[in-house]
């Protein structure tokens, strides 16, 4: 049994093309049942959001597979497949199961190490099992997909630290205000990098919200979406004391808010002050920092916490990566038990029905034996077939444990022409939790 994927992300496929591919949940029904169908797939599970579409599947045979997913995906999008297979990626075995848990670690994401894709996993295996489009070794690969994505979050630090702008500015606020959640913010200018920020700061728990812009109707527009209220531009100075945090983002050919405008607020506050100025070129005057119990932080500075971050995120994937290797390892002494106990019991089978077949054969031709006669030409028999097939079970055996050994088992079942039964039990998945 095969393990594929085949999809499209950000790293290979423009946002025209993946719009076409993706999947809501009224369509994977019908889809699961569409690719089943074609009786070359064993199994699958469809994992769809904004950044990619990828259909992991199990075949016996991997070609026909990748075939079928791909006219299929030709289909839906609607895009023709020689056209369609610029942005498509094919892989199967190994490289299958590195790319899920990597995924699943957040290392392949647009983000390194972002949360979300992991719960995203978890829905799109429990669709499929749902619509009982999984198997055997697809429940496998999902559940330690899913325990190798939790380890790597819980055993390395790949989630911390500002991932963006608007999180270097909620890192900010929460250092320098313990209870974040209950202070004041003035948004100033209604530029899409301020109102982002602001975003990110009421979606921290942030509800008192100003917005003071030069045209009022903007102003009105962005308070109308944060809940907040408006601040008359002309008028600015007046209320600068009242925010524990200004941000602030215009597009200003001069200062908007002077060194001499907050030393009076800090004088009327008595507490500390936080602006982040995200505008270029600069609407706070720099000499600002200066002052007491004010804290100025332009983008550059936003930026090199983002730039720190992700260089220590970088540090803490490296070590992700030897834990996927290590989950990787024993998925496929897993997957390589999967394949070698039901070629085993074939091969044995095989040996004792041609070694039956014979001996009845030379039963016959012999005529009367005496039941010492007959012992002694079955414990030959016995004997002869038990030695023939316990060097390639043994070598068998002990080839299971690398990398490759599906390969080797699959060459005994070719060799042997081994018919193989597909409801075979699973060996153990639990050996190496």
């Known amino acids: 049994m ?18 076409k591919l993706t999947f809501d949940n009224t369509q994977l029904a019908s889809t699961f049942e569409r690719l089943k169908a074609s009786g070359v797939i064993a199994g699958c599970v469809i994992l769809s959001t904004c950044n990619r579409t990828e259909i992991y599947a199990t075949s016996k045979d991997a070609d026909s597979a990748l075939s079928e997913i791909r006219d299929f995906l030709a289909e839906k999008s609607g895009i023709e497949i020689e056209q369609l297979q610029k942005y498509i990626y094919n892989i199967t075995c190994q490289q299958a199961i590195t790319h899920l848990f990597r995924v699943a670690s957040g290392l392949d994401s647009m983000i390194l190490g972002e949360m979300e894709i992991l719960g995203q996993i978890a ?16 429940n496998v690969l999902f559940q330690k997909a899913l325990k190798v994505g939790k380890q790597v979050r819980s055993e390395t630090r790949i989630g911390n630290g500002a991932s963006s702008v608007g999180a270097a500015a909620v890192e900010l606020a929460k250092q ?155 998925f496929l002494k897993w997957l390589n038990n999967f394949h070698i106990v039901p070629v085993i019991k074939a091969l044995c089978q095989k040996g004792e029905e041609i070694r039956d077949t014979e001996l009845e054969k030379a039963f016959r031709k012999l005529g009367t034996l005496t039941e010492r006669e007959e012992k002694v030409l079955r414990s030959m028999a ?30 005994v079942k070719d060799l042997f022409n081994l018919s193989i039964q597909t409801d075979e039990p699973l060996p153990d998945s639990q050996s190496d939790e």
């Open 2 to 19: 095969y393990i594929i994927t085949v999809g499209v992300s950000h790293k290979t496929t423009p946002i025209e093309v993946r719009e």
């Open 123 to 138: 829905r799109a295996y429990q669709v499929a099992c749902e619509n009982s489009a999984c198997n055997n070794v697809l």
């Open 176 to 330: 320098v205000f313990n209870d974040v959640e209950s202070r004041s913010i003035m948004l100033i200018g209604a530029g899409e990098m301020g109102r982002l920020v602001a975003r990110n700061l009421t979606n921290n728990g942030v509800s008192d919200v100003m917005v003071c812009n030069r045209s009022h109707d903007k102003a009105q527009e962005l308070a109308i979406q944060f809940n907040g209220c408006t601040v008359p531009f002309d008028n600015l100075s007046e209320y600068i004391h009242k925010a524990d945090l200004i941000l602030t983002c215009t597009s200003a050919p001069n200062y908007v808010i002077t060194k001499e405008q907050l030393s009076q607020a800090v004088e009327m506050r008595k507490k500390t002050i936080l602006l982040i100025d995200l505008a270029v070129p600069r609407d706070v005057e720099p000499e600002s920092s200066e002052l007491e119990n004010v804290c100025l932080y332009n983008i550059d500075d936003l930026q090199n916490i983002v730039d720190k971050s992700l260089k220590e995120r970088k540090l803490e994937a490296e070590k992700a990566e030897l834990i996927i290797e290590n989950a990787i390892d024993n």
């Open 382 to 411: 016995y004997a002869i077939t038990s030695k023939l097939i316990n060097s390639p079970i043994v070598q068998l055996g002990e080839l299971n444990n690398t990398k490759q050994g599906y390969v080797y088992t699959q060459m």
